[in-house]
C-alpha cells in the first residue's frame, strides 16, 4: 500500500498506518477533509482519527504527491473528479469550482480527498462465469444498486474470459474503461490483471469508445461497466449488430425497475441480452440473486450458487 502512504506527509502517515493496522484487506476508504478529522471506510465499519485534522499545508502536500509535482499533468482528471494512482486506487477530489460560461473548467480549491481502495477480487466473478457461456458468450447484463460488487465482478470476468476457463480457450476482450476503474490505467497501462488477451481503451466516453474499439481491435467480447444514457444504450445495440458480444453492467434495483426504464424499452424489445444476473444487496458484494435468461425466465433460485 506504499502507493497510497507515500500520499501523506510522515506525521499523518504513521497515524493512519497505526489505525489501519492489519486490516488494509477490509479497507475501502480514506476520507481526508481539511480541518475535520480523517475517517476511515472499512467493510463493516466506519472510524474517526479525532485528533488527525489535516492542515492547509498538509493538503497542498497531498495534492503535490498526486500530481507528481505538476498540476498541469492533471488538468484533465481534476476536471473529471477523480485522478488514478499506481496501483489502479483512484482518488476521488472536490473543493471550489471555476466555471466558465455555466460548464465546470477546474477544481481551484482543493479541500475534499477520498481515496478508494482499488481491490482486484481474483476469482470473484467464477460463479458468473457459466451463466455467460453456452457454446459461445452471451451478451450479459450485470444489474445491481451501488456497491454491489458490479465493477469487481466484470473485472474479473475480463480477466477470466483473455485468459481461458476449463476447456474454454481465451477470447479477445475490449474493455471500454471510461473512469479508469476497471483496468486502473496509468498512461494507458493496466494496473490490475486483465488477462493476456484484453485490450482497453482508457478514460474514453462508453458511447463514442464502443464503436471505435470494434472498429480498431475487433473485439470478440466487448466489457463496459455502468451504461445508462440513452446514448450509450443506441452504442451498445450498434456494437451488437457487428456480432460482437456485449458484457456490461447497470445501476438498478432488479429487473422490474429495469424493464420499466424508458432508456432500456428498446432492449428488452429486442432482447438484446441472453443474460440478465442481478446482484444481490443482502450478502457480501458479487452475490448472485437471479439469473434470466432472453425471455426474462428465471433460471435459478437464491441459493442456486455454481461453481467451477
Ligand atoms: N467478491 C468480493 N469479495 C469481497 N469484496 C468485494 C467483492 N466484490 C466487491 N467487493 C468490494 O465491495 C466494494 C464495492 O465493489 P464494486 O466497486 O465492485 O461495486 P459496484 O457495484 O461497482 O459499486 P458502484 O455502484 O459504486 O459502482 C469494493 O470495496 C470491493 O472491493
Ligand atoms: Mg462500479
Redesign the pocket.
Known amino acids: 500500500m506504499e502507493e497510497i502512504m507515500r500520499l501523506f506527509p510522515n506525521e499523518m502517515r504513521q497515524a493512519i498506518l497505526t489505525k489501519i493496522g492489519d486490516r488494509w484487506g477490509s479497507l475501502?476508504e480514506i476520507r481526508i477533509r481539511l480541518f475535520q478529522p480523517v475517517e476511515l471506510i472499512f467493510?463493516r465499519t466506519m472510524e474517526w482519527l479525532p485528533m488527525l485534522k489535516p492542515s492547509k499545508e498538509e493538503g497542498i502536500f497531498i495534492i503535490n504527491q498526486l500530481s507528481e509535482f505538476s498540476l498541469y499533468r492533471m488538468t484533465d482528471e481534476l476536471r473529471e473528479g477523480y485522478i488514478t494512482i499506481e496501483g489502479g486506487h483512484r482518488v476521488g477530489i472536490a473543493g471550489r469550482v471555476n466555471t466558465s460560461d455555466g460548464s465546470v473548467k477546474a477544481l481551484q480549491y482543493i479541500t475534499f480527498f477520498n481515496i478508494r481502495?482499488a481491490?482486484q477480487?481474483i476469482g470473484?466473478a467464477r460463479n458468473i462465469l457459466p451463466y455467460m457461456y453456452d457454446k459461445s458468450y452471451m451478451n450479459t447484463l450485470i444489474v445491481?444498486?451501488?456497491?454491489?460488487?458490479?465493477?469487481?465482478?466484470i473485472r474479473d470476468a475480463t480477466r477470466i474470459i483473455a485468459t481461458g476457463w476449463k476447456n474454454v480457450q481465451a477470447h479477445k476482450v475490449g474493455v471500454i474503461d471510461e473512469r479508469s476503474e476497471i483496468a486502473g490505467s496509468i498512461n494507458g497501462i493496466p494496473q490490475h490483471d486483465l488477462g493476456y488477451r484484453t485490450d482497453v481503451m482508457d478514460a474514453c466516453p462508453k458511447a463514442d469508445g464502443m464503436m471505435m474499439m470494434v472498429r480498431s481491435m475487433s473485439p470478440e467480447v466487448l466489457v463496459v461497466?455502468?451504461i445508462g444514457s440513452e446514448k450509450d444504450i443506441a452504442a451498445l445495440m450498434e456494437a451488437i449488430n457487428t456480432g460482437v458480444t456485449v458484457i456490461c453492467?447497470i445501476?438498478g434495483k432488479d429487473l422490474n425497475e429495469l424493464i420499466r426504464r424508458p432508456s432500456l424499452q428498446m432492449v428488452f424489445k429486442q432482447r438484446v441480452f441472453e443474460r440478465i444476473i442481478v446482484?444481490d444487496r443482502t450478502r457480501?458484494?458479487?452475490q448472485i440473486r437471479n439469473v434470466y435468461d432472453q425471455n426474462l425466465k428465471q433460471m435459478i433460485q437464491k441459493s442456486g450458487y455454481v461453481h467451477i
Not at 445491481?144 to 465482478?153: D, E, N, R
Open positions: 475501502q467493510d481502495i481491490k477480487k470473484a445491481g444498486p451501488p456497491q454491489t460488487g458490479k465493477t469487481t465482478l461497466d455502468e453492467t445501476h446482484l457480501e458484494p458479487s
